[in-house]
DNA sequence: GTCTATACTGTGATAGAC
DNA sequence: GTCTATCACAGTATAGAC
């Protein structure tokens, strides 16, 4: 990109130096809060004053919108390692699916409040932050269609069980198994669902 | 409880004043959201200077509380109003229970967040103000306890597919039905649950 | 280029006059 | 009870030292 190799050097120094701010950001995030840390505080912990950050970050927001990149890339990087229904069959996909994301929501309650959780107060991601998110998806919607899953009433019906079990877990027993121990059950209703309703019929004539 | 006739018209006046101020609370948080509106803004609401707002609530913290406990004594009244499994079956109770928390959720998403996804910076609910949800919940487990589910598995799930439902439909779809529509299917996939693991089975010997 | 000192605005909260 | 004045602290903008 850069003309010369002295502004590429300096391009990467500011890349590693927006590196650790963002991981100092982390570290922060998980020991006092996600909306507690202070820039102030961000900085002591990079030995630099506050207003120093703004020559990495236009404000908190852009932090806030390069950890939810980050933390959506981690995800699509769990969605990516997970075996296929064809090598493993449907029934073992979607369990380790389904315990790959409650892995993921339980190993970083803090992470999972971002990404998942809409809750820092006027803030959204950007939609260049939000892309992974997209592309997970759409490699879950993949996933569930070599299972055999093609309506979107069975895929909502797939991310309304996992993203209950998930919230479940972390908001009423975090560092616990309660509702990771119920994903095998899960995962036989959303197939006995796909057994019953193979088409996602929209129920007309149900007695 | 007041000596005086005098002083319980003073309480009665202070009582009125605080839900002025929580109506206003309300309106604010629906217009700008739960944590954006300040304290001077709900005071020009209701005709005062901030700091007269410290004289009915000892700060933020107490409003967000009373408003939690409004909107808990509201969804506990909304369970009290179901109808019971013995009166209408087990079916349609399970699919009035589930409506009726979606449509607590959608109603107000504002109150959902509040009460079900905790997302206040550093706040967290009184034990006073967290007691009608306890109720709440016992109330949903009677409920459960008539169709026949006992074991707390069953109840975790319950909890799981009504919650994620919510959380969807909120996040993703908001003012839509797009998760709503799935309730019948869902009540539907958890009696089949308790047809086949009637006692709640940890499923040792599953193939 | 990188960082600092300084300062501005807005927040929740408090002290004390009336 | 309600006010004015003020506090400490937040995020952030700017000007300039090195």
New interface residues.
């Given amino acids: 990109m850069d003309a010369t190799s002295g502004s590429a050097r300096v391009t990467a120094r500011r890349a590693a130096t927006r590196e650790t701010i963002l991981a100092a950001a982390w570290d922060l995030a998980r020991e006092d ?1 996600l ?2 840390f202070t820039m102030r505080d961000l900085a002591a912990r990079v030995g630099m004053r506050a207003p120093s950050l703004y020559e990495y970050f236009s404000g908190k927001d852009a932090i806030y919108d390069a950890m939810f990149a980050q933390g959506n890339r981690a995800f699509l990087a769990a969605v990516r390692a997970l075996p296929g229904p064809t090598e493993i069959g449907a029934r073992a996909s979607l369990i380790g699916a389904a315990r790959a994301f409650l892995d993921f929501a339980t190993t970083d309650p803090v992470r999972f409040q971002l990404l998942f ?3 820092i ?2 803030w959204e991601p950007s939609p260049e932050a939000y892309a992974p998110a997209i592309e997970a998806y759409e490699l879950m919607r993949v996933h569930l269609g070599v299972t055999g899953v093609t309506d979107q ?1 069975s895929l ?2 797939w ?7 998930a ?2 877990q972390v ?1 009423n027993d975090p560092g616990g198994r ?2 990771h ?2 994903v ?3 995962v ?3 197939l ?2 796909l057994t019953h ?1 193979p088409e996602g019929s929209t ?1 007309d004539g ?1 007695p």
Same sequence: chains 1, 2.
């Fill in positions: 809060g909306t507690v959780q809409r809750s107060a006027g009433r909502d019906l991310t309304a069980l996992t993203s209950g079990l919230h479940q908001a309660r509702w121990d119920l095998d059950d899960v036989d209703l959303f006995a669902h309703d129920h149900r």
